[in-house]
């Protein structure tokens, strides 16, 4: 037998070797066995809780830096809007009858992120190639930021300059798709509109108005976009807004005046036809009239109106029952009260009936008239006409009249004649309008409203009688009295003027004046009020000097003549409307 095969038959003996020498042997293999799987289990368990403590600590760090975000306040370090809201919509603005006045036009703005840009100087030398007026510091210190990765260079930029630029072909510089808003007849109603701000949001007039019925919250929200909205119509006509612009513009120019003003309104709605007040400005580029143009005199401006006010007395009078038109009264000498001396400008120097005094413009007369009345029925009637308090309309700029902390007896009388007070030229021509209408006060508005809708808002602030005879007193000073230059073939047209003195430096101006003009037409059937006013005029009609029948007056007149038929006034000529002319 080999060596090998010893081998293995030892080896075979002693596995299969049933001794009690082999038994402790048997017993350390299996508690060895047993506690390398109770290790083994162990580091199992260990690794597995490990892992969902690493998730659990990763889910709590990002949970953590969302709720951090959530209530960090937005970063307003950047000028950059959302892509939504750069290009949000605006409502198109027309007016009644469907014409464009304000509409959106697509732009680019051009911007930089100045981590990429390679060189600085060279970019703001090859930008003023295209953008000769670029502010080169202000440029050059946004370009080197190198922390910075974005800042604006130039917002609303022209087709023409997007294509220059982007042949430069710096790197760095791009655009962003805008919108601009257009205004296609300039100045014409720019009081009206108003304008909006480089992010195309409402500044003032109707376009503020538009953002303060919830656009600018929507826009604020993110719940804007560039699809089309429904138009925005207003009550003017833009052929008669034109017109009372055109007739405003040229008495500032013509009459060397500092300012001047004037407004159609509908009678029986309220709705305002045209208004303008000059000098006024472009809202396609509002900056270039930020000096005289951004304010709005018919309604943001209040005036001493003169003897206008006495149109208001005679109706408070009248609708007092204290007195009537056969009335009379003397006016034969001045009234003096608290050092004061009150006298006519056209004196008469006898008594005066109560047509006459309207008719001569007597602020003797009315002074005696308002006395007669009393002081606080006098501060009660013009309250009710709305003259006391801030309008109530549409646009965002309304001043409040001033008057009197303590109405004294010398107060109501110069009040009565168009001095003490001061209110707003647009309140003024809504008051008037009450007085001829007979007698709802309605508060003026630039939307569409029908007659009924006015009736449902209206206050009776006069009889039906007192309007009546306002109506007569009208007609009565426009045919015989300082409103007959106002009169316009074919179109009866009921008036009165007011030339007040300025004040400056607390006392009365014997040179400076402000003029205004009310206008009912036409009056046997009014149905349109016109009122200007013109602010220290230098010279008059035909040489006529600087009261109102020379610089108030010819702009109603013009209006009147080129918009009554615009307005579908019917003419008439003749006792019975019938034709004069005769062919042959």
Same mark, same amino acid.
């Given at each position: 037998m080999?060596?090998?095969?010893r081998?293995m038959i030892?080896k075979?003996?002693? /596995?299969?070797? +049933?001794?009690?020498n082999n038994?402790?042997s *048997?017993s350390f ?8 799987r109770?290790r083994?289990?162990?580091q199992a @368990?260990? =690794?597995?809780?490990?892992l969902v403590?690493s998730?659990? #600590?990763?889910?709590c760090v990002?949970g953590?830096?969302l709720?951090?975000f959530?209530?960090?306040p !937005?970063?307003t370090?950047s000028s950059i809007?959302?892509p939504d809201r750069?290009?949000a919509s605006?409502?198109?603005i027309v *007016?009644?009858?469907?014409a464009?006045l304000? +509409?959106d036009?697509r732009?680019?703005?051009l911007?930089a992120?100045p981590?990429?840009?390679?060189d600085?100087?060279?970019a703001?030398?090859?930008l003023r190639?295209v953008l ?7 440029t050059?210190?946004k370009?080197?930021a @190198?922390t $910075? /990765?974005f ?6 930029l ?6 220059q630029i982007l042949?430069l072909?710096i790197?760095?510089?791009g655009?962003?798709?805008e919108k601009?808003r257009?205004y296609?007849?300039? $100045?014409t109603? #720019?009081?009206?509109l108003?304008y909006v701000n ?5 500044v003032?007039g109707m376009e503020?108005y538009?953002?303060d019925?919830g656009?600018?919250d929507?826009?604020?929200?993110g719940?804007?976009?560039d ?14 807004q034109?017109?009372v612009? *055109? ?7 013509n009459?060397?005046?500092?300012g001047?003003?004037a407004a159609?309104?509908d009678?029986?709605?309220g ?11 472009? !809202?396609n580029?509002?900056?270039e009239?930020a000096?005289?143009g ?6 943001n401006?209040?005036f001493e ?14 609708d007092?029952?204290k007195?009537?038109l056969?009335d009379a009264?003397d ?10 001396i009150? /006298?006519?400008f056209?004196?008469?120097?006898r ?6 005094i309207f008719?001569y413009?007597?602020?003797?007369g009315?002074a005696k008239?308002?006395d ?6 006098h501060?009660e009637?013009? +309250?009710?006409l709305?003259l006391?308090?801030k309008?109530?309309t549409?646009?965002?700029?309304v001043?409040?009249?001033s008057?009197? =902390?303590?109405w004294?007896k010398?107060?109501s009388i110069?009040i ?5 007070v001061?209110?707003t ?5 809504v008051? %008037? ?5 007979g007698?709802?006060l309605?508060?003026?508005?630039f939307l !569409?409203?029908t007659?009924d809708?006015?009736? %449902?808002? %209206?206050k009776?602030v006069?009889?039906?009688s007192? $309007?009546d005879?306002i109506?007569f ?17 074919g179109?009866?047209v009921?008036?009165?003027?007011g ?6 430096n607390?006392?009365?101006?014997n040179t400076l004046?402000f003029?205004s003009?009310?206008?009912a037409?036409?009056?046997d ?15 008059g009609?035909r040489?006529?000097?600087t009261?109102s029948?020379?610089?108030?007056l010819?702009?109603? =007149?013009d209006?009147i003549?080129?918009a009554a !038929?615009i307005?579908?006034v019917q003419p ?5 409307n $019938?034709?004069l002319l005769a062919s042959?």
């Open positions: 080999s060596f090998l095969s081998i030892l075979s003996k002693a /596995h299969f070797s +049933t001794d009690g038994r402790p *048997d293999s299996r508690s060895t066995f047993e506690g390398a109770k083994k289990s162990n @368990k260990s =690794r597995v809780v490990l403590t998730f659990i #600590a990763v889910y990002i953590g830096r709720a951090q959530a209530m960090t !937005p970063d370090t809007l959302p750069l290009m605006r409502p198109d *007016d009644r009858n469907g464009l304000a +509409t036009i732009t680019v703005s911007f992120e981590n990429k840009i390679i600085p100087d060279e703001v030398e090859e190639t000769p007026d670029l502010d080169t510091k202000g050059y210190k370009l080197a @190198k $910075s /990765h800042a604006w260079l130039r917002r609303q022209t087709p023409k300059q997007q294509s042949a072909g790197p760095g510089i655009f962003r798709p601009r257009f296609p007849g300039g $100045s109603a #720019a009081h009206i108003g480089i992010d195309n949001r409402g003032a503020k538009i953002d019925q656009l600018a929507l826009a604020a929200a719940m804007t976009n699809q089309p909205l429904q138009p925005v119509k207003l009550s003017i006509d833009l052929r008669v034109g017109i612009r *055109d007739a405003v513009v040229n008495a500032v120019k009459f060397q005046a500092k001047a003003g159609v309104i009678i029986h709605t709705e305002v036809l045209g208004m303008a007040s000059a000098p006024d400005f472009d !809202p580029y509002p900056n009239g000096t005289e951004w304010l709005n005199r018919m309604t401006g209040t109106m003169g003897s206008t006010f006495k149109t208001f007395t005679m109706a408070m009078a009248l007092s029952g007195v009537t056969r009264f006016a034969t000498n001045p009234i003096r009260i608290g050092g004061f009150i /006298h006519d056209h004196g008469q120097h008594v005066l009936t109560v047509p006459e008719q413009s007597s602020n003797i009315t008239i308002a007669l009345v009393g002081i606080d029925p501060k009637f013009l +309250t009710r709305g006391l308090n309008m109530d549409e646009l965002p700029e001043k409040a009249p008057q009197p =902390r303590v004294k010398i107060n110069t009565s004649f168009g001095h003490g001061s209110t030229p647009l309140q003024t021509a008051a %008037a309008s009450a007085l001829v209408n007698g709802k309605i508060e003026p508005t !569409p409203r007659r809708q006015a009736d %449902a808002i %209206a009776m006069v009889k039906k007192t $309007s005879d109506r007193l009208l007609e009565f000073n426009g045919t015989r009295g300082s409103g007959r230059n106002a009169r316009v073939p179109y009866n009921g008036s009165k003027t030339t007040a003195d300025k004040v400056v607390g006392r009365y101006s004046n003029n003009f009310l206008a037409f036409p009056i059937n009014p149905q349109y009020m016109v009122m200007t006013f013109i602010d220290e005029p230098k010279s009609e040489g006529g000097g009261i029948a020379f610089t108030a010819p702009i109603a =007149r209006i003549a080129r !038929p307005l579908g008439s000529f003749g006792k019975d $019938s034709a042959y």
